[in-house]
């Protein structure tokens, strides 16, 4: 989950984008045993003070990430079993928690779930003798630290997300609208996606260049109202419609 967090540094306070578990997990990793920094969780900004955002990061229940067999496959069934072992109790600690006895062990005394089966990971996981981070040691036993089609654990989040710093920040950056405003995966026919892509391989461009100009000041905002000017004439109105085509047929399912 990103969002907006400040980092400080003796007298001096530094705000920036980032992540939970890549970001805030990996920095202050890092930092252990140094305390020259630390990293919290600031709220998403809103319009007046006290108000709830309108938006901020939430991923809809299938992100549109998965897993295909093709007409190339050598192996159809071969492909579809390991596509199936996911959601099977192997696969899914498997791809969670990664070999036992290596990455995790089974404990019945996690912490705040005393009593529970828990797949804890080891001390490997959190103190790698190369220097690795907790983040960088998930990405090489599992696949529940970055994405993929297969179910993450909650007992993964809990220990991805073990500093009091990550899971306030869970709790700060869940406080949004987002779930009201969020636009579903609506589809687009093969000409409205050829048109589509299109049209938003350029303005993706110009916006992320110019969201960068705008936040360091080498663009002042007065210029912002050009800015959306210059859109319209890429076609973003365009875009807009396409999109609203997608979302009217999804709603009419």
Known sequence: MPGSVARASGPSLLRSTSYTG?????YLDAND??????????????????????????????????????TQARDVQL???????AYGE???????????????EWTTDYPG??????????DLMFNDPDGRTLSQMGGLYTRSFYSGPIVQDRQYIFQYANRPSQREAIQIWSQTDADMHMLPNVT???????????????VQTYREEMFVRFITGQEPLSNFDAFQARLVQMGIDRAIEIKQDGLERFNAR
Request: net charge negative; no cysteine; charged share 20%.
């Open 33 to 70: 045993g140094q305390g020259t920094f630390d990293i919290v969780a600031a709220p998403y900004p809103v319009l007046e003070e006290g108000g709830r955002p309108f938006f901020g990061q939430r991923d809809n229940p299938l992100p549109g990430q998965g897993l295909a067999i093709t």
């Open 22 to 26: 890549s970001g805030i997990g990996a």
């Open 79 to 85: 492909a579809a079993e390991f596509a199936d072992f």
């Open 90 to 104: 192997e696969g899914h600690i498997l791809f969670n928690f990664g070999i036992e006895g290596e990455s995790y």
């Open 113 to 122: 779930f005393e009593g529970e089966r828990w797949a804890a990971y080891t």
């Open 188 to 202: 687009a026919t093969p000409e409205e996606s050829e048109e589509l892509a299109e049209i938003m391989s350029e």
